[in-house]
């Protein structure tokens, strides 16, 4: 399953198959992103994160793709498990040269059927 | 557990009340960031220290809100003469000063407040 963020802010996959959950950024100067998962009444959690001088990393049964051409950002999640069902925030530092003040996009929910 | 606290981790008030909240960073962390988060939304930057030095306040920190670091650990944000658009999750995150403008936020569970 695939989503665009904030036209489809939840995104329903199987348990088993894989995710990708999509975020645009809006600040050509931001040079670190973060992919965070927020459990409801948790805070967030940090998954994965990318610098801009990389376009791939990768985690355990996690992806980040960063396409700074169109400022486009993907949280791959391989094998997704129902433990997988939350919230994914993606976060640009945009403030490059200070403060590591973190710019957090609205959020896909994704939710594991079983 | 030696990850970030906040305290309370709920707040009911009525409007026109102060409240105020506390974070407890993780001990080697000089950095220090409040957040706010409402319904739905990604959290919103409010202010970060460094040690106990405030460097930075978002204009959503209005003059009814202050934040202190006084001795460089724990922090408290005081809302003075609550508003019910106040009711939010305010969330504390902490990290290392970086050598370069990377390095994950360390968030806490955050305090929910209402105000009635």
């Known amino acids: 399953g695939e989503s665009v963020g904030l036209h489809l802010p939840t995104l329903s996959v199987q348990e088993g198959d894989n995710s990708i959950i999509n975020c645009a950024y809006s600040?050509?100067?931001?040079?670190?992103f973060i992919w965070y998962k927020q459990e409801s009444g948790k805070g967030p959690q940090f998954i994965i994160d990318i610098r801009s001088n990389m376009d791939k990393r990768q985690g355990q049964r996690v992806t980040v793709l960063l396409n700074k051409t169109v400022k486009h950002l993907s949280l791959q999640i391989a094998a997704t498990q129902p433990g997988d069902s939350a919230v994914y925030f993606c976060a640009e530092n945009r403030s490059p040269g200070g403060g590591n003040k973190l710019t957090f996009g609205t959020g896909t929910q994704l939710k594991v059927e079983l | 557990d030696t990850g970030v606290s906040q305290d309370p981790r709920h707040k009911i008030t009525k409007r026109g009340q102060n409240v105020t909240f506390r974070c407890d960073p993780i001990s080697e962390h000089n950095r220090l960031y409040w957040y706010r988060q409402t319904l739905g939304q990604g959290p919103e930057f409010l202010t970060y220290f460094q040690n106990e030095a405030q460097l930075e306040k978002s204009r959503l920190l209005s003059d009814r809100f202050s934040a202190e670091r006084p001795k460089g650990s724990f922090s408290t944000l005081e809302i003075q003469r609550t508003e019910q658009g106040d009711s939010a999750m305010y969330l504390c995150?902490?990290?290392?000063?970086?050598?370069?403008?990377?390095?994950?936020?360390?968030f806490g569970e955050g305090s929910r407040l209402t105000v009635l």
């Open positions: 600040n050509s100067a931001s040079d670190y």
């Open positions: 995150a902490s990290t290392k000063n970086p050598r370069e403008n990377t390095g994950e936020l360390f």
